[in-house]
């Protein structure tokens, strides 16, 4: 089979819980399938040698980051959907979607990369419910730090997001 894994991050070096989480998943179907990994982060990271796969990187500068984190926003989608985006990352997928079986998406954040075209399995691998993060953040800070509020906007955006992605793939884990 034919998998494509999309993340918001590089998996690569496996460190942190997210990505130690992502990488392990990538090496095992990369056992057993043919396994192509789209992201984009600040730099691209080398692909782990042990793992068998083409990698396609997307960058994302500051300014873009802020446009779309900004248009999120104001659009009542969660922030980081637009923190993570990328324009052309979206129209590779598009692109290129039908040449998999299987379309993976790591956390939420990156169901904004879901093709419009697919017709194979999408699965979303949602292991960190955010929302449920944001809102402990949230809860923890101080009533004065301005923060706070932020949280619990995102929080709220969040919870809503992660709910109604949910419906849209063949499985959720």
């Not at 600040?42 to 782990?48: E, S």
């Not at 169901?111 to 993060?133: A, H, R, W």
């Amino acid at each position: 089979k034919k998998i494509l894994i999309i993340t918001t991050r590089s998996p690569f070096p496996p460190y942190g819980g997210d990505k130690i989480r992502i990488f392990e998943i990538i090496k095992y179907l990369s056992k057993y399938n043919s396994v192509d990994i789209f992201f984009c982060d600040y730099n691209y990271v080398k692909t782990d040698k042990k793992i068998k796969n083409k990698s396609f990187f997307f960058k994302l500068n500051l300014f873009e980051r802020i446009i779309n984190t900004f248009y999120s926003l104001i659009t009542f989608k969660p922030m980081q959907t637009g923190y993570f985006f990328s324009g052309k990352m979206k129209r590779k997928i598009e692109k290129d979607c039908n040449k998999y079986d299987t379309i993976i998406f790591h956390l939420t954040r990156s169901c904004n990369y879901m093709p419009n075209n697919f017709s194979g399995k999408v699965i979303l691998e949602m292991t960190d419910v955010v929302s449920q993060n944001y809102n402990m953040t949230y809860n923890s800070i101080n009533f004065f730090n301005p923060i706070k509020y932020l949280y619990k906007i995102e929080s709220s955006l969040l919870k809503k997001y992660e709910i109604k992605m949910i419906k849209k793939f063949n499985h959720t884990v």
